[in-house]
C-alpha cells in the first residue's frame, strides 16, 4: 500500500492565481481530512470528508475548496491565491471518526508570492 | 485560552537523556489523548494513545494523563539521535452529543533534538 499520496511535493504561486492540491489513499478509508500546519502553531483542519459527496469545513476554510467524488480523492482547490496562505498542506485519512488514528501524506510545501 | 497548549520549544538535550514533553487542555470533555510524531519534511504519524487518566508505555516512550490537572505528558528514556523531531499531542472531542468525525485539535507541537 502506498498509503497517503499528495501532488505537488513543492509549488511557488503568484498572488491571485489557483491550484488544486491531489490527495489520494488506497486504504479505503471513508474518513480524509485537509490540514495546514504554520511554524509553531500546530495543525489546523480545513476541510474534511466523512464519505464520498460529503464534505464539511473545519476551522480554517475560507480560501479553500474541495470535493469527494471518490473515495480515494480528496482534492483541496486555492482559489485566488493570498501571501496568508503560505504554508504546509497535509492530507489524512482514517477508517472512522472519533479516536481512530489518522494516515498522513507526505506534505505539500505551499509559498505565495 | 487555546483548547490545548503545549510548550513549542526547542528542546536540546544529549543522548541518553529522559525527555519529558508536556500539554494542558481546557476541555474537560476530551477522553483520547494522543501524540504524533513528525520527522522533519514529513507528515505526522501517530507515536501513541491513552484513553481516560493514568499511564501507557510502549518500549522507552511512556505516555501520562492527569485528568484532574487537564495535564498530559509523554516520557522517552534512553533518547536516541533518532527521537529527533517534533511531537504533537492531539485529542479528539467527546463522543458524547454526536460523532466527532475524527476532528482532532493539536498542540502547537515541541521540536525535540537529542544530541550525540
Known amino acids: 500500500n502506498a498509503g497517503v499520496t499528495q501532488t505537488p511535493k513543492f509549488r511557488i504561486l503568484k498572488i491571485g492565481q489557483s491550484m488544486t492540491l491531489q490527495c489520494t489513499q488506497d486504504m479505503n478509508h471513508n474518513y480524509m481530512y485537509w490540514y495546514r500546519q504554520d511554524p509553531g502553531m500546530g495543525l489546523k483542519l480545513i476541510y474534511y470528508s466523512v464519505g464520498a459527496g460529503i464534505t464539511d469545513k473545519g476551522e480554517v476554510p475560507n480560501g479553500y475548496n474541495v470535493s469527494r467524488s471518490t473515495t480515494e480523492d480528496f482534492p483541496l482547490r486555492l482559489e485566488l491565491a493570498a501571501p496568508s496562505q503560505t504554508s504546509v498542506y497535509f492530507c489524512a485519512s482514517s477508517q472512522t471518526g472519533g479516536s481512530f488514528e489518522q494516515y498522513f501524506g507526505p506534505g505539500t510545501r505551499l509559498t505565495v508570492t | 485560552q487555546k483548547e490545548v497548549e503545549q510548550d513549542p520549544g526547542p528542546l536540546s538535550v544529549p543522548e541518553g537523556a529522559i525527555v519529558s514533553l508536556n500539554c494542558t487542555y481546557s476541555n474537560s470533555a476530551f477522553q483520547y489523548f494522543m501524540w504524533y510524531r513528525q520527522y522533519s519534511r514529513k507528515g505526522p504519524e501517530l507515536l501513541m494513545y491513552?484513553?481516560?487518566?493514568g499511564n501507557k508505555e510502549d518500549g522507552r516512550f511512556t505516555a501520562q494523563v492527569d485528568k484532574s490537572s487537564k495535564y498530559i505528558s509523554l516520557f522517552i528514556r534512553d533518547s536516541q539521535p533518532s527521537d529527533s523531531a517534533t511531537y504533537l499531542c492531539a485529542m479528539p472531542p467527546s463522543r458524547a452529543g454526536g460523532t466527532s468525525y475524527g476532528k482532532l485539535t493539536f498542540g502547537q507541537g515541541t521540536i525535540l533534538t537529542v544530541h550525540p
Open positions: 491513552t484513553y481516560s487518566s
